[in-house]
């Protein structure tokens, strides 16, 4: 079975509105470390969803063959 890579419009579209989303929040003085984590998961999204790929349990490994070891899965 052939899978394929790449991004959706609506893919786009959440893109597109979460980076409207951190220009406001940036503009009405929020923290950088809040934006900061914002454009984290941006990209983790980003990476994740062109890979045909679901979220990562563990935000910290989004890495695409990252398995979490079974000492991780109890502490998350």
């Known amino acids: 079975m052939a899978t394929t890579k790449g991004l959706t419009?609506?893919?786009y579209n959440?893109?597109?509105s979460k980076c409207?989303?951190?220009?406001k929040m940036e503009h009405h003085g929020?923290?950088?470390r809040f934006l900061r984590n914002?454009?984290?998961v941006l990209g983790v999204f980003t990476l994740r969803h062109f890979h045909?790929?679901?979220m990562p349990e563990d935000m910290l490994?989004?890495?695409l063959?990252?398995?979490?070891?079974?000492h991780e899965r109890q502490a998350v």
Do not use: F, T
């Open 9 to 11: 419009l609506k893919d």
């Open 14 to 16: 959440w893109i597109n």
């Open 20 to 23: 409207r989303a951190i220009a």
């Open 30 to 32: 929020v923290k950088e």
């Open 38 to 40: 914002e454009l984290y």
């Open 52 to 54: 045909d790929a679901e």
């Open 61 to 63: 490994h989004p890495s």
């Open 65 to 70: 063959n990252y398995k979490l070891l079974s």
